[in-house]
């Protein structure tokens, strides 16, 4: 072998020990790669919760709308039987008339109620919710709640027992939107509470806020249905014992409406079967 040769030989012998240009990026590449990597899984998961987050979604819309069909069946075949026994010709049918008009007016206002509920919901989703705000005596507004509500507590034969209601609280605030609120969460209390349970309002002042409990010995929520209790549509007791719940907006609506007078509500129970409590804080008129 001559000198080149050997030479030559020497060369290739140790350029195997010089890393390459392919191999110099080889590390930095597989970085990369692993980067890409965990970012292509992190992108799967997000997508993977979108996908379920509107699976869930559709889920509620689909119950939500299964919902409304059932509310507004029910008045809207009593208002169409009311009509035939009015448009009866049979004479024996006119000491009915007075009943069925009874009748088809509570069922009429049933149907308004439900729709104002959709609007009210509709003009929150839109920003649009107005309140009328002026001083008002927040135990008068109680007392109203409490009235509205006086039939339904008397036909349950609940016990109601008020409290901190014999001296003025006063707010600004709207008065209808805040009895709103608390006819709605007495409605619950009487609606989910068997017949004879107890039901108790107090109102005291504390901090600068008005705070109003309500409480009752009903069938109580489960701890996982608490973080949910206040959103839209949501329907937190099992379908069994949804034959009275309504639509899932009335708790969406409290709260909405106490927020909007920049308080807050919250909910609170020892378990299935153990009752709920409600606490509404509004800040007092300074």
């Known amino acids: 072998m001559d000198a080149t040769s050997t030479a030559s030989f020497r060369w290739l012998k140790h350029a195997k ?74 004479n024996a049918a006119i000491p009915l008339q007075h009943q069925m008009c009874a009748l088809i007016e509570r069922q009429s206002q049933q149907m308004a109620f439900l729709v104002a509920g959709l609007l009210d919901i ?21 007392r109203n709640a409490i009235e509205t509500l006086e039939w339904d507590l008397k036909g349950r034969c609940h016990r109601l027992e008020i409290s901190g209601l014999e001296s003025p609280v006063w ?36 901090d600068g806020s008005a705070i109003v409990r309500i409480r009752d010995s009903g069938i ?6 608490l973080p949910h209790i206040f959103n839209l549509f949501m329907q937190v007791r099992p379908a069994a014992q949804r034959s009275a719940s309504g639509l899932g907006i009335g708790l969406a609506l409290v709260r909405a409406f106490v927020e909007a007078h920049r308080g807050n509500v919250a909910a609170v129970s020892a378990g299935l079967g153990h009752g709920s409590e409600f606490t509404v804080r509004l800040p007092l008129e300074q």
Do not use: W
Request: overall charge neutral.
């Open 122 to 142: 509709t003009s929150i989703g839109r920003g649009q919710l107005c309140l009328h705000r002026q001083l008002v005596d927040l135990s008068a507004i109680l």
């Open 17 to 90: 020990t010089f890393p390459r240009h392919q191999d110099r990026l080889s590390a930095p590449q597989q970085t990369a790669d692993l980067f890409a990597t965990e970012q292509e899984h992190r992108d799967r998961q997000i997508a993977i919760e979108r996908i379920e987050s509107l699976a869930q979604s559709d889920r509620i819309k689909n119950e939500f709308l299964a919902t409304v069909c059932h509310e507004l069946r029910s008045p809207i075949g009593a208002i169409q039987n009311a009509v035939k026994v009015l448009r009866s010709p049979n």
């Open 171 to 206: 707010l600004m605030a709207d008065a209808a939107r805040l009895e709103q609120v608390f006819a709605n969460l007495l409605g619950n209390a009487s609606k989910y509470t068997a017949a004879g349970g107890d039901i108790a309002l107090s109102l005291h002042v504390s």
């Open 220 to 225: 109580g929520l489960a701890p996982d249905a």
